[in-house]
């Protein structure tokens, strides 16, 4: 077994490694009924909702995503080799993956953080295969599906609310503030009846991006809430995307209160910077669950915001680990075979280890193999 060890953090202290604008190569969409299609027609678009909404209304109708079949990489996949079939060239990386697996490294490196130690809880488990020169990640089903009968179990606190109606809160925020069209396009009845749509967590749009991370190539899928204004049709141009948050207000004569939204903050700004998103907006609602206010934040200037608070994370530090960590990966994961990433609960250390010597597992589709060995044979 292999280890790559996550302390002491302050040797990734400094100017961080170099980052390759996020740009999008290719998407793909799933319909309300959660079914792929190969186009962006799950593209939403941002109109504020209205303030004083109730985010729990609707949560006895709620069309919720059964989403415990393991997909692994299918669909990133699909969409890389219709992507190549147009281009007839081979996407090239270092790594591909979900952006929710980055995200893990990433936030990995800055809970463990000294002055976050008390709640060092950040665990994982991942499968990585080696395929054409690139390593593949995805999550290890079967411990999220554990992680999530864990979290269900858990009671919630006096007076609190429990973990599938907080859940369901986001969920509405984002119904109440997406249409389907640009507004000049969308009817005022449409716009203003969203407190009354059912709430579907099905449809989803993906952004695949290229990206890099010091010396690694990424290519990176995950879903993107809406568009700003619209998607322009010159593939160089930066897209104006953006994150949908929400979170409990924040209570200006506690400290505590501030430090923990600043500590939140470090997700929504690893989720958004990995898929080039450049604007957060956070819908801020009551304890029982009433919108008070919006937010709009740069995604860019989070870092800073959080350097002139509580100091509760370091950027830099933050993507100077996750280039380190990539390079270890290049390193260490060699040939052939399926290998385990895993991080246990406050363990200082990060194990790579291999569960089968050769294959791909069921990492990669057989249709996605078979599709590479045919383009290389073609090339060959």
């Given at each position: 077994?292999?280890?790559?060890?996550?302390?002491?953090?302050?040797?990734?202290?400094?100017?961080?490694?170099?980052?390759?604008?996020?740009?999008?190569?290719?998407?793909?969409?799933?319909?309300?009924?959660?079914?792929?299609?190969?186009?962006?027609?799950?593209?939403?678009?941002?109109?504020?909702?209205?303030?004083?909404?109730?985010?729990?209304?609707?949560?006895?109708?709620?069309?919720?995503?059964?989403?415990?079949?393991?997909?692994?990489?299918?669909?990133?996949?699909?969409?890389?080799?219709?992507?190549?079939?147009?281009?007839?060239?081979?996407?090239?990386?270092?790594?591909?993956?979900?952006?929710?697996?980055?995200?893990?490294?990433?936030?990995?490196?800055?809970?463990?953080?000294?002055?976050?130690?008390?709640?060092?809880?950040?665990?994982?488990?991942?499968?990585?295969?080696?395929?054409?020169?690139?390593?593949?990640?995805?999550?290890?089903?079967?411990?999220?599906?554990?992680?999530?009968?864990?979290?269900?179990?858990?009671?919630?606190?006096?007076?609190?609310?429990?973990?599938?109606?907080?859940?369901?809160?986001?969920?509405?925020?984002?119904?109440?503030?997406?249409?389907?069209?640009?507004?000049?396009?969308t009817s005022r009845d449409y716009i203003e009846g969203r407190e009354d749509q059912v709430v579907n967590n099905s449809a989803q749009y993906c952004s695949i991006v290229?990206?890099?991370?010091?010396?690694?190539?990424?290519?990176?899928?995950?879903?993107?809430?809406?568009?700003?204004?619209?998607?322009?049709?010159d593939k160089d141009s930066p897209i104006n995307w953006v994150e949908l948050k929400t979170s409990e207000e924040i209570n200006i004569h506690h400290q505590n209160s501030?430090?923990?939204?600043?500590?939140?903050?470090?997700?929504?700004?690893?989720?958004?910077?990995?898929?080039?998103?450049?604007?957060?907006?956070?819908?801020?609602?009551?304890?029982?669950?009433?919108?008070?206010?919006?937010?709009?934040?740069?995604?860019?200037?989070?870092?800073?915001?959080?350097?002139?608070?509580?100091?509760?994370?370091?950027?830099?530090?933050?993507?100077?680990?996750?280039?380190?960590?990539?390079?270890?990966?290049?390193?260490?994961?060699?040939?052939?075979?399926?290998?385990?990433?895993?991080?246990?609960?406050?363990?200082?250390?990060?194990?790579?280890?291999?569960?089968?010597?050769?294959?791909?597992g069921s990492i990669l589709a057989p249709e996605f193999v078979e599709w590479r060995q045919h383009l290389g044979s073609k090339d060959g």
């Open positions: 077994m292999a280890t790559f060890e996550i302390h002491p953090l302050e040797r990734f202290a400094g100017s961080s490694a170099a980052i390759r604008r996020p740009k999008e190569i290719t998407c793909f969409s799933f319909d309300d009924q959660h079914r792929f299609r190969l186009d962006d027609s799950s593209l939403r678009y941002y109109y504020p909702p209205r303030i004083g909404a109730d985010l729990s209304r609707g949560f006895g109708t709620f069309e919720k995503l059964d989403d415990t079949a393991d997909d692994h990489l299918d669909g990133l996949l699909t969409a890389i080799v219709a992507l190549e079939k147009e281009t007839g060239k081979q996407c090239e990386a270092d790594f591909v993956t979900w952006r929710g697996m980055m995200t893990k490294v990433d936030i990995d490196s800055l809970i463990a953080w000294e002055i976050v130690a008390s709640i060092d809880s950040s665990v994982f488990e991942m499968n990585a295969t080696l395929f054409q020169g690139t390593i593949f990640i995805e999550e290890n089903h079967d411990f999220k599906l554990a992680e999530w009968a864990a979290q269900r179990s858990q009671r919630p606190r006096p007076g609190g609310h429990s973990q599938e109606l907080m859940c369901f809160w986001g969920y509405k925020f984002e119904t109440l503030s997406l249409i389907p069209a640009t507004w000049d396009a290229r990206t890099g991370i010091g010396k690694s190539k990424l290519v990176i899928g995950g879903e993107v809430d809406a568009v700003w204004d619209h998607k322009p049709e501030l430090f923990r939204f600043e500590q939140k903050l470090l997700k929504f700004w690893a989720q958004s910077f990995l898929l080039g998103v450049p604007k957060i907006i956070i819908g801020f609602r009551s304890r029982n669950g009433i919108l008070k206010s919006i937010e709009e934040l740069e995604t860019r200037s989070i870092p800073a915001i959080v350097k002139r608070g509580s100091r509760a994370w370091d950027g830099n530090l933050c993507i100077n680990f996750t280039a380190a960590f990539l390079d270890w990966l290049k390193e260490t994961v060699i040939g052939g075979g399926v290998w385990r990433i895993r991080r246990r609960e406050k363990s200082p250390i990060i194990e790579l280890f291999k569960l089968e010597e050769t294959g791909c």
